[in-house]
């Protein structure tokens, strides 16, 4: 027999090639798979905590400093005011997070963790979400910004 027989029988086996296939190819699809679930899912959960730190921010705008309005009519946010309601506003929809505040404006920051599904398979058990907001009183009709 020839080299060149041998050789050309060694390349038409196939010999355990599909289960070496399937055991190298499977982790890396679910791998694959994880990423865009779970990357979806934490996005998903990025996009709640953004929204319930924008309407705290907003709820904690609207708590002005009364007195200073009707001596001078300057609006002024009341620091402590803004930041109870906003604190208050998260714990109603059930977001953890933390909220400050000066006299012109509001920040609420909320966090949460939301746990992976097929991550789990590399290592990553969780992914952490924050989002920061930030809002100002207006007074009046504002016109929207071209």
């Known amino acids: 027999m ?50 319930h730190a924008a309407d705290a921010a907003r709820t904690g705008a609207q708590q002005i400093d009364l007195a200073r309005y009707r001596q001078t009519g300057t609006i002024q946010l009341d620091p402590a005011a803004a930041a109870a309601a906003a604190r208050a506003y998260l714990a109603t929809v059930g977001a953890t997070g933390t909220a400050t505040a000066t006299v012109t404006t509001v920040t609420v920051t909320v966090t949460s963790t939301t746990p992976t599904q097929l991550l789990n398979l590399a290592g990553v058990r969780t992914l952490h979400e924050q989002a920061t907001q930030t809002a100002t009183p207006l007074h009046g009709v504002t016109a929207p910004v071209p």
Do not use: F, H, Y
């Open 2 to 51: 020839t080299t060149r027989s041998r050789t050309g029988r060694w390349w038409r086996r196939d010999d355990g090639v599909a289960a070496a296939w399937t055991l190298l190819t499977i982790p890396i699809a679910l791998i694959a798979l994880g990423l865009v679930l779970d990357t979806g899912t934490g996005i998903q959960a990025w996009n709640t905590d953004r929204n």
